[in-house]
Every structure is written in C-alpha cells, then in structure tokens.
C-alpha cells in the first residue's frame, strides 16, 4: 500500500477509534445519568472529529509537486476545520439542550483519543 493510502487509513482508524469511545462514554451517562447527558457526549465528540476528518480528507489530496502547495493545502485544511467547528459550536448551543460540561468533556477525551492514536499509528509505522 502506497504511503498515501496508509495515510488515508491512519485516518479513518482514528476516525473509528474515536466514535467508539464515544459511544462507551455515551452510553455510561446515558444508563447513569440521563437521555440528555448522553447526547451531550455525543455532540461533544461529533464537533471535535467531524471539522477534523473533513479538513484530513481535504489535505489529503494535497499534490508533492511542490512545498508551497502542501503547506498552502493545510493551512487552507486547517482554516476550513475552524469554520467548521465554530458552526457546529454555534448550532450545538443555540438549538439543542444540553449538558456543557459533559459536552466539553467529551470534545476534550475525543482530543485525547485523536492525539495517542496518532502517536501510537505513527510509532507501528
């Protein structure tokens, strides 16, 4: 497999690990807590990996011709992850109860889960 297409898949395993635990940690508030607790992990967590997937696959496709193009590719990534998760701050707040400080928990563990898993995939390959 080519070196992009690890990339790739580093991507999406990262992607998957974190909806997994945030779905363990969504389901403990959900039984212990409540229905809006839970959801509040969810969102939590969505806000976080979703802009990051996003602005992943848009770096992704990011052409070596030359290292102008690939640092101008992440900064523009980068900007679009922000606009992203500022809308979906805005939405998740103005629009939907929730729990703020379940929900900034689960953004920061979401953070977490992104950061040892791409320290733990970067170290096996």
Known sequence: MSSDGQWLKNVFVIFFGQLIS???FSLFFYYTKDKTTGLSVILGGLVYCV???LASLFMS???NKSAVLVVTKAYIGTLYKLIVSICLF???FKNI???AGV???AYTITL???Y???CVLHKRN
């Open 22 to 24: 945030l779905g363990l």
């Open 51 to 53: 802009p990051t997937l």
């Open 61 to 63: 496709k990011a052409s």
């Open 90 to 92: 805005i939405y998740v």
């Open 97 to 99: 109860p929730i729990n």
């Open 103 to 105: 929900f900034f928990t």
């Open 112 to 114: 977490a889960t992104q």
């Open 116 to 118: 040892v898993m791409s």
